[in-house]
């Protein structure tokens, strides 16, 4: 009888140990883990801008006149050089002889006036001589004192002719340049009246029709080159010194992912004081598919680099601004490894430190729920 009551309190002792043992089972966590992934890390600040044309003009009439001839409609392309309208013309080169002949008459007159001074030269040096004759013939008393006066008078009148002949070709030389000013005003109208394309372009506006009269400045089309267009945005003065025209990367995206590269043409040299920002321009790559007037979205690379890196949910922060990550070591439990941050880009996170610690393995799902020395269980190692 006993033996029989010491049996059963053995099996009721083991059966208490089997109990306690269940309900003290280490607690472990199902995670998923990584290596570190090599990737390209991109700096990038979001924009908008608008798409402009590099080239473009409106054209205005620059004479007055009836619009004669207007070859271009909206929507055509025209070549560099081609006739694009023409302002009646028939009246301008009535105005371009006109001013010709003018020219011959004033030439004319030039010569004639020319012709006269060799003429009065000619009277005033016998002036001279019938003077310088008669003052001899007078100190011999062989001629009257009147007839030597009257030698006098008649070289002083043909001094002044010969002023007067001069005058006269003085005039007649600036009415001929007076003339040629005016032929050349009356060629200028005459080239003005047609107008031609200043570079490829499209015809985006007709602002008035064939045979309508135009005044001096009406704008008459408004061109732009669509094979040569830019995007202006305005930016944060604080990347102002990281923008380097020629050399800053832009990618053209379209529902975040880049279709297009180009780069920066043009920054601003200053920085507006209201603002705070700061004028770019990017050209656009033929293969954006973009046209004027869109609105489009681009990254500014600023910084670009391959580097090994994790997904950003399984860098974690702590005190002080400290970043760890927790890696598997060899007993399957959970340890924190000291991380330095580098650019944060599209869900991951560069690891500067990355190359002390390419062989662990690192918690990327279900890290939230551990702490250093955590028994682990991995659902599947990815590589």
């Known amino acids: 009888m006993r033996s029989t009551l010491i049996l059963a309190v053995l099996m009721l002792f083991a059966a208490g140990c089997k109990k306690a043992s269940s309900v003290y089972r280490e607690k472990t966590t199902r995670v998923r883990t990584a290596q570190l992934e090599k990737r390209v890390f991109q700096q990038r600040i979001p924009l908008q801008g608008t798409v402009q044309p590099v080239e473009f003009a409106v054209i205005s009439a620059k004479i007055s006149g009836t619009l004669e001839l207007l070859k271009a409609d909206e929507g055509d392309f025209v070549r560099k050089g081609s006739i694009l309208f023409s302002i009646d013309r028939q009246v301008l080169k009535n105005q371009v002889v006109v001013k010709k002949d003018e020219i011959k008459v004033r030439q004319a007159a030039l010569e004639s006036a020319k012709i006269a001074l060799k003429i009065a030269e000619i009277t005033r040096d016998q002036a001279l001589r019938d003077f310088e004759r008669a003052k001899n013939l007078s100190r011999n008393d062989a001629i009257s004192r009147s007839s030597v006066e009257s030698a006098e008078t008649d070289y002083k009148k043909a001094l002044m002719a010969v002023n007067t002949a001069n005058a006269e070709i003085s005039n007649a030389e600036a009415q001929l340049t ?3 000013s005016n032929l050349a005003i009356a060629e200028k109208n005459l080239d003005d009246s047609t107008t031609v394309a200043p570079f ?4 985006f506006d007709k ?5 309508e009269f135009v005044s001096t400045g009406k704008n008459i089309l408004r061109l732009e080159n669509i094979n040569s267009l830019e995007v202006v945005c305005f930016i944060s003065s604080v990347y102002y010194n990281q923008i380097i025209p020629g050399e800053t990367a832009v990618d053209f995206t379209v529902g975040g992912k880049a279709v297009a590269r180009s780069k920066v043409t043009y920054k601003a040299p200053g920085i507006d004081p209201e603002s705070r920002t700061f004028k770019i321009k990017i050209s656009v790559p033929k293969e954006a598919k973009l046209v004027s007037g869109m609105l489009c979205e681009l990254d500014i690379i600023l910084a670009e680099r391959e580097a090994y890196g994790l997904p950003e949910s399984a860098v974690l922060l702590r005190a002080e601004n400290r970043r760890i990550a927790f890696t598997v070591d060899p007993e399957k439990r959970a340890k924190s490894v000291n991380i330095t941050p580098g650019i944060i880009d599209s869900g991951y ?3 500067l430190n990355g190359a002390e610690l ?6 990327i799902s279900g890290q939230t729920f551990i702490n250093n020395g955590s028994l682990l269980v991995e659902a599947g190692m990815e590589q």
């Open 207 to 211: 602002f008035v029709e064939e045979k």
């Open 178 to 180: 007076q003339a040629q």
């Open 358 to 363: 390419l062989n662990e393995r690192f918690v």
């Open 349 to 351: 996170c560069e690891i």
């Open 200 to 203: 490829d372009c499209v015809v």
